[in-house]
């Protein structure tokens, strides 16, 4: 077996990171160790502070309170240009003007990289992305996907230990989409980078993340590996935020019970249920019932027929239940 390639990422902690204007808070006493060389997903809907703690991280907008070390140095009060970041925006921020080479190679320029390292690097970057017929074209003569290479050419060329990636996929149709994912998931392994991604999408957090930070009105609701986060989600939150279709809440003899739609079935006794609909998908149809006026989906294997109104019976293992407090929306063990 051959050996991994060195990592070259650096360590990211951030300290009980605090942001507020006024009397609005974006970020609520966040903490979060980001391993060297790990890919960690800050996930969570909008407006939750995810792209605040990234623009922290990158020093483009200050903490109200706390501490960012990279690479065990601190840097909460050093400008970007010294922290050791690259960044992905989600507008791809290309100069029009430019053509691809003099786009990725821009920010080695303006820190005055010499013309053979900015070649050495661009044509490793080049390599890596398979971008050498786009070099001489500019970015309003390439698609969304090529656009988004040129983008990740710029930060590979930074040959930074920390990458950020603020949403960089929202742009891309489904298909395009779940081929940049692989794409940008082998390069932060082939580079031994440390990644930190941003989006709201839980499918792209499940897909590529080996830590996820579910944020939620600017508080940290789960911290996890992604297999951790879906088998024991640590709050009804978490619980219906993570899975497609999410979680079932229900409402059962006084307790919240959590049932994935993956883990019912058809049965002759169970949970009695009155089809709402059925949604056929190829693989599965996810049928929405009603439990005790309740609604719940059931994504069942195959085809399955069953028109609106018929009766049936739902049932699941009982290590398939989760319990969460009706109050506090926590986990009971």
Known sequence: MSNPPQTSGAAVRLIDITRSWGTTTALDGVSIDVAPGSFCVLLGPSGCGKTTCLRIVAGLEQATGGRIEIGGRDVTSLPPAER???????????????????????????????????????????EILGIAAL???????????????????????AEAPVCLMDEPLSNLDAQLRAEMRREILALQRRLGITMLYVTHDQTEAMGMADQVVLLNQGRVEQDAPPDVMYATPATRFAAAFIGTPPMNLLQLDNTLVGIRPEDLRLAETGLAATVISAEYLGADTVVSCDIQGQTALARLPGRVRLAPGTKIHLD??????????????????
């Open 84 to 126: 050791g970041v690259a960044m992905v925006f989600q507008s791809y921020a290309l100069f029009p003007h430019l053509t691809v080479a003099e786009n990725i190679v821009f920010g080695l320029k303006a820190r005055s990289v010499a013309p053979p390292e900015r070649k050495r690097r661009l044509d490793r970057a080049v």
């Open 135 to 157: 070099l001489a074209r500019r970015p309003g003569q390439l698609s969304g996907g090529q656009q988004q290479r040129v983008a990740l050419g710029r930060a590979i060329v």
């Open 316 to 333: 699941h293992n009982p290590g398939a239940r989760h319990r969460f407090d009706a109050t506090t929306g926590l986990r009971h063990h």
